[in-house]
């Protein structure tokens, strides 16, 4: 794929208002591969006072986004699971890295890791996706 | 539980400040059961224009924390499963209910449902808890 | 579909050479519906003496073999998670039950219990298939 | 752990007569890693020719087991998530390996990879146990 497609994909995937709202941050996107980052604010926080299960889960399933629709055909999650390993407290820096494991002809396999910047493993996530025949940019 | 205690921990669960900030509310728990509820927003759209998988995730979260927090100790998730059968238009009015199938002397095993308001199922999810000493009231 | 060829389908999938050497009967076959049982006898017990995994997962993959290929085409399984609820003893009959929750134009979603004869549940799991557009009956 | 024990652990784990009926060996155990091996038999193959996914799963699960019951005290599973990534001819031998990922006081986190000799992967699974306080060796 021309980079130049590849830079319009991941501005397209970047106009993401619900991580916007969560405060994920899109940083890179390669062909099979995502990553995104998010800092543990209050607002990510659930009634324990540990991050919600959700704002980890959301960061795991954008990078996830990046990576599944890395190669321009529009690609729709069919099943995540998520494994949560250990919590972090406020202000840990928390980074998603999406990898493709294998691409078929419909399918998309997909292993996601949440670290610390300090690497220790917060979260595992397996991931599937149907990969439809429509294209993410406007053609033309 | 006496029914007040049970007032408590539900009062306790819903001051949940990421929940709110993406719109969840709590709306009922039961031991061994909660529900959620969330209107489909702009706010909770993913690049392609539709709901994000972690909008519709952090529904089900939400209702299973009520559902494993519901016996009163601290449950901390371990493993969830969600798969995505639909998308839902925004101005849906989406609800999660989690159901306990087994109570552990441990672990606690939940099915969850997203559905609309019409029934039709959006997402189902499977999860399993480890279940903690810790009371979610503080003693006394 | 013709009942002719819904018996046709049925009779196919039961030739199943590791469902037999497991000891797992197909039982039933509607569309989008699975039933499969089999007994825990001493070849179904891991190392602990309680039934392997393996082996409680097999009969749960058949039933979903089942449901996922009653239309006609040939399904793949893409995702299964499975939990595991509680442990059965030497002589327990389990029944495993496939329902289709969803069909889509590609992808097949489907949440498998199996269950004792009393109806004390053992394990869920929640699948999802690929549909290819090949037919399991030999055309003609 | 004295090498002794776990010599006898990996013994004990070993006899395991579900295991041994699919043709699946034990090949290695290690603190948090096991690794099971079998080949492609006509006995492992479904109705459509190609190996059962519950052969695969048992033989993911036996790796697992390994793992999981590595450190000497029983453990139990939880929930395992198998993605089918490919399917393996007749006569392929297949590998699986299992990594811990984390071992926490009760919950152990774990990566499962079935592989073809050749290396190429044909599904991936994570799974949680319990791990319960009673050892695997009788006391003495």
């Known amino acids: ?53 959700g704002a980890i889960f959301s960061l795991a399933d954008s990078a996830f986004a990046a990576a599944s629709n890395s190669h321009g055909q529009v690609a729709v999650a069919l099943s995540m699971t998520m494994n949560f390993l250990a919590t972090a407290p406020l202000g840990t820096r928390l980074v998603a890295e999406a990898q493709e494991l294998r691409k078929g002809h419909r399918a998309g396999f997909y292993q996601i890791t949440v670290k610390t910047e300090a690497g220790d493993l917060i979260a595992v996530c397996q991931a599937v996706v149907h990969r439809k025949k429509e294209s993410i940019l406007p053609a033309g």
Chains 1, 2, 3, 4 share one sequence.
């Open 1 to 53: 794929m021309p980079s130049q497609a590849s830079d319009q994909i991941f501005a397209t995937l970047s106009r993401d208002p619900f991580a916007k709202s969560v405060g994920i941050e899109y940083q890179e996107m390669r062909p099979g591969y995502g990553r995104t980052a998010m800092t543990v604010t209050p607002q990510t926080l659930n009634a324990h006072g540990i991050p919600h299960g």
